[in-house]
């Protein structure tokens, strides 16, 4: 299935039509926190008063509860900031498929944050979607800004080159 996801042209349009959908979503998103006045200190506050529970109805992730409370929350105006502009870049990058595998990994990191403070939403279908966007690589952004971007930032950072171009 890696190999199909990474070659096939059939894979390559189905990946850029939920490439696409994503970025509408994550866009708007991101839009609306920008244009509006979005402030995450009380969902913040509402995860590490009632964190997600296990099975005895302990906290489940106390480390990410206590990284909201001494890192997060001190620092609200700054995770504002960066949550609005994230999703609206996220959105922008998926959606004209530019360096799209980065917006993809960006965009399932704040999808693993949405789901450790407990919210849970559309949250797994993202991370499923954007999981088979990194699976593919390239080819879930053939059809977009990549088809160009991509070859020219492997022609000029040569960390970036393909193995089969690498000359030893």
Same mark, same amino acid.
């Given at each position: 299935?890696?190999?199909?996801?990474?070659?096939?042209?059939?894979?390559?349009?189905?990946?850029?039509?939920?490439?696409?959908?994503?970025? !509408? #979503?994550?866009?708007?998103?991101?839009?609306?926190?920008?244009?509006?006045?979005?402030?995450? #200190?009380?969902?913040? #506050?509402?995860?590490?008063?009632?964190?997600?529970?296990?099975?005895?109805?302990?906290?489940?992730?106390?480390?990410?509860?206590?990284?909201?409370?001494?890192?997060?929350?001190?620092?609200?105006?700054? !995770?504002? !900031?960066?949550?609005?502009?994230?999703?609206?870049?996220?959105?922008?990058?998926?959606?004209?498929?530019?360096?799209?595998?980065?917006?993809? *990994? !960006?965009?399932?990191?704040?999808?693993?944050?949405?789901?450790?403070?407990?919210?849970?939403?559309?949250?797994?279908? *993202?991370?499923?979607?954007?999981?088979?966007?990194?699976?593919?690589?390239?080819?879930?952004?053939?059809?977009?800004?990549?088809?160009?971007?991509?070859? *020219?930032?492997?022609?000029?950072?040569? *960390?970036?080159?393909? #193995?089969?171009?690498?000359?030893?």
């Amino acid at each position: 299935m890696v190999k199909w996801l990474k070659t096939s042209k059939i894979a390559m349009w189905i990946l850029t039509v939920l490439r696409v959908y994503l970025g !509408f #979503q994550w866009a708007v998103s991101g839009w609306t926190k920008v244009s509006g006045s979005f402030s995450a #200190q009380g969902l913040i #506050q509402g995860a590490i008063e009632t964190p997600v529970a296990d099975d005895a109805g302990a906290n489940a992730y106390p480390w990410y509860t206590n990284f909201l409370e001494s890192a997060v929350l001190p620092n609200i105006d700054l !995770f504002d !900031f960066m949550v609005s502009w994230g999703e609206l870049l996220v959105g922008l990058g998926l959606l004209f498929g530019a360096l799209t595998t980065a917006a993809a *990994f !960006f965009g399932m990191v704040m999808n693993f944050s949405y789901l450790l403070a407990g919210t849970v939403s559309v949250n797994p279908l *993202f991370i499923l979607i954007q999981l088979f966007i990194l699976i593919a690589g390239f080819n879930a952004s053939k059809v977009g800004l990549d088809y160009w971007i991509i070859p *020219f930032l492997r022609d000029k950072i040569p *960390f970036l080159k393909k #193995q089969a171009d690498i000359r030893y």
